[in-house]
């Protein structure tokens, strides 16, 4: 039986990159991302967008983190642009959330769809302590014998010590994390 590999693309969108909550270290690991996109037949790769509403700020996210990003429809909602050449339109996930229950039951689906083939999930993306994390352990109580990696060097966090400490959380709920 085939190992079908399976990328899914955290949030790379451009407020996350060089937008509103914009960092060096997203900015830096661009290149990575591409890369490791390019080693995936587009039917195995899928991605999440962060979207939300005009009314952001009167969510219970928005009063937590008072910077409206990835409003539906902005520029800073897409993909940023060479990623999202490489990704299927079909493949994308708008999530309202951090996790998407709804790209769980997708993947798992694809998973059931060829008879149940070997399937091994791989995630790369922003922010490893927040959206990364996040879906990695929906996908795990979704999937728990699905081996589930994250590649760190396609990965940022908020801050340079969150994105390890998201990482060793991983770790600890048997999700590998590769460099």
Same mark, same amino acid.
């Given at each position: 039986?085939?190992?079908?590999?399976?990328?899914?693309?955290?949030?790379?969108?451009?407020?996350?990159?060089?937008?509103?909550?914009?960092?060096?270290?997203?900015?830096?690991?661009?290149?990575?991302v591409i890369s490791k996109i390019k080693e995936y037949a587009p039917e195995d790769i899928f991605a999440t967008r962060d979207t939300h509403s005009e009314a952001y700020l009167s969510t219970q996210e928005g009063r937590m983190l008072p910077v409206k990003h990835c409003i539906k429809g902005t520029d800073g909602w897409q993909l940023q642009s060479d990623i999202a050449r490489l990704v299927p339109a079909a493949h994308i996930v708008d999530k309202p959330s951090f996790g998407s229950v709804e790209l769980a039951e997708r993947i798992r689906r694809e998973a059931s769809r060829d008879g149940g083939e070997d399937l091994e999930i791989c995630?790369?993306?922003?922010?490893?302590?927040?959206?990364?994390?996040?879906?990695?352990? +929906?996908?795990?109580?979704?999937?728990?014998? !699905? /081996?589930? $990696?994250? +590649?760190?060097?396609?990965?940022?966090?908020? !801050? /340079?010590? $969150?994105?390890?400490?998201?990482?060793?959380?991983m770790r600890s709920c048997q999700i590998t994390v590769v460099a």
């Open positions: 039986m085939n190992m079908r590999k399976i990328l899914i693309v955290i949030d790379m969108q451009k407020d996350f990159i060089d937008g509103a909550l914009g960092t060096k270290e997203a900015q830096a690991i661009v290149p990575n995630l790369i993306g922003l922010c490893t302590d927040i959206c990364v994390v996040s879906n990695a352990l +929906i996908l795990k109580a979704f999937m728990p014998e !699905t /081996p589930i $990696k994250v +590649i760190a060097s396609c990965c940022a966090g908020v !801050t /340079p010590a $969150k994105h390890e400490a998201a990482l060793e959380t």
